[in-house]
Structure formats: structure tokens, C-alpha cells
């Protein structure tokens, strides 16, 4: 889950699923502090998808990897990785 930028969101639902949400949230993440908006977060992103792909970070330069051409002997990755041929 990321949780780096927050934004609140207030909505309406009706209190039985209210008391669900609550019910769900308890079982789940215990009684703590922001055990409910990490229930809602998980329930959004499996009914939504996850957040969008960055455009960089490890899963880019993994994925760069493993589209490379070149196999990797233990030098340094990204000298390896600039050597690759377009």
C-alpha cells in the first residue's frame, strides 16, 4: 500500500455496512489507529487496482534488465546495462 500522499475523502454509506467496514477493520488490523482507512484502502485497491506505475525507481531498472540482451557477469549493472546495443 502507498500511503505517502493522503487525501481524505468523506462519504455516506449506510450504517449496517458501516458496522461491517468497522467489524472488518477490528478483525483485520486490531483496534489501532488507522486500522480503518487501511481497510478501506485495501478494499479499493483489490476492487480498483493498485496505484499507477511510476515512471522510474527498482521496478524500471529491474525491468530494464530483464529486457536486456546482455548477460550479467557480476560487473557493475549499470556500466552493463549502458553497453547494450539499441
Do not use: F, N, Q, T
Amino acid at each position: 500500500m502507498y500511503m505517502s500522499e493522503k487525501e481524505v475523502i468523506k462519504v455516506e454509506v449506510p450504517r449496517w455496512l458501516a458496522e461491517r467496514l468497522r467489524r472488518y477493520a477490528a478483525e483485520k488490523y486490531g483496534l489501532r489507529r488507522g486500522a480503518l482507512s487501511k481497510a478501506v484502502v485495501e478494499i479499493l485497491e483489490r476492487e480498483l487496482g493498485g496505484p499507477p506505475p511510476s515512471a522510474g525507481g527498482l521496478d524500471r531498472l529491474v525491468g530494464l534488465g530483464l529486457s536486456s540482451p546482455r548477460r550479467w557477469s557480476g560487473e557493475d549493472l549499470a556500466e552493463a546495462l549502458r553497453d547494450v546495443p539499441d
